[in-house]
């Protein structure tokens, strides 16, 4: 089937098979290997990606689910001069990825929550259930709060 994906604002006519799940999409077609896959049923959260502003597992959508769809994943985070978002230098200063084969699914569904709520970092009981919706094996999962924690100081005003 020819569908069009607009992945990071930019437009990808492609002719893809109706069983393709879209994280494969990407990766193979769009030659975008930052999402990457683990579990590959809908349980770690490594592939998450944001469609139409919601994030989603991509291992779970088919490509053409997606034709006319505005997909952002994890390269769309650094500004356009290389500067990496503030959740990424957060998890950069408190160490938090180790292999960092989970780390662009934790940085999408923290990207979507502060979208939705600017102040959803500053409980953190809040932090601990988005934590909880994906899987990391080396972190222990505390850093990740710590660095979700800061940025929402920083947006605060609370942290420099
Ligand atoms: Fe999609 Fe694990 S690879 S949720
Ligand atoms: Fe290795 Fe999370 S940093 S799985």
Known sequence: MKITLTVNG???????????????????????????????????????????????????????????????TVEALAGPDGQPHPLQRAFSAEHALQCGFCTPGFLMVAVEA??????????????????????????GYEPIRCAIARVAREQSGTES
């Open 10 to 72: 930019e437009q990808h006519p492609l002719d893809v098979e109706p069983r393709r799940i879209l994280a494969d999409v990407l990766r193979d077609d769009c030659h975008l290997t930052g999402t990457h896959l683990g579990c590959e049923h809908g349980v770690c959260g490594a592939c998450t990606i944001m469609v139409d502003g919601q994030a989603v597992r991509s291992c779970l959508m088919l490509a053409v689910q997606c034709d006319g769809s505005s997909i952002r």
């Open 114 to 139: 502060f979208d939705a709520d600017p102040t959803f970092g500053a409980d953190p009981d809040r932090i601990a259930g988005l934590v909880g919706s994906n899987i990391c094996r080396c972190t």
